[in-house]
């Protein structure tokens, strides 16, 4: 079965980096996109990036652009995202996600979250 687990959150000052890991498995990871979601409290969830199978295109949330990096690593089976110049908005967990076509129907697969908190 699918299964996404992501790594590397916790606390940090503002300013400072962080960087998810999200390990894979349970699919053709080299074929599918790979994105990083983002749930801070009493807020909808939201898109921050995403990164084509190839890892030759990615998009970002317009607040995180210049500061944060997806990348990721087909031989592993990893989906990464360097967090750099962290702000206290950044606060959320963070969640590895994809999303698997099988004939007429697609299945979003979420990972179990990892907790980011920027604070001084």
């Known amino acids: 079965q699918v299964q996404l687990v992501e790594s590397g959150g916790g606390l940090v000052q503002p300013g400072g980096s962080l960087r998810l890991s999200c390990a894979a498995s349970?699919?053709?990871?080299?074929?599918?996109?790979m994105s990083w979601y983002r749930q801070a409290p009493g807020k909808e969830r939201e898109l921050v990036a995403r990164?084509?199978?190839?890892?030759?295109?990615?998009n970002y949330a317009e607040s995180v652009k210049g500061r944060f990096t997806i990348s990721r690593d087909n031989a592993k089976n990893a989906v990464y995202l360097q967090m750099d110049s962290l702000k206290p908005e950044d606060t959320a967990v963070y969640y590895c996600?994809?999303?698997?076509?099988?004939?007429?129907?697609?299945?979003?697969?979420w990972g179990q979250g990892t907790r980011v908190t920027v604070s001084s």
């Open positions: 349970g699919f053709t990871f080299s074929t599918e996109a």
């Open positions: 996600n994809t999303v698997l076509i099988k004939g007429l129907a697609s299945y979003s697969y």
């Open positions: 990164i084509i199978s190839t890892g030759g295109s990615t």
